[in-house]
């Protein structure tokens, strides 16, 4: 899996988000600042569908953005 980082305000918070198409492997990124509502990745845009992937106790859930 790859990591990518979007710089969405210069804000210092961080969150993860996983692009999810199908049965295809996410990709996920590091996002700075406030989460978009969507996200340019290799020539797609993804939206947020507001589900998150919950990643236990010591860690923030991950936002799910799909493709539009």
Known sequence: MAE???DSTGDNAAHGVDLI???EPA???IVHGDL???IDHDGRTWARTGDAEDQG????P???YRPV
């Open 57 to 60: 106790d010591d860690a923030p």
């Open 62 to 64: 991950i936002a799910v």
């Open 27 to 29: 990709v996920r990124m």
């Open 21 to 23: 198409e199908g049965d």
């Open 36 to 38: 978009p509502a969507t």
């Open 4 to 6: 990518y980082v979007v």
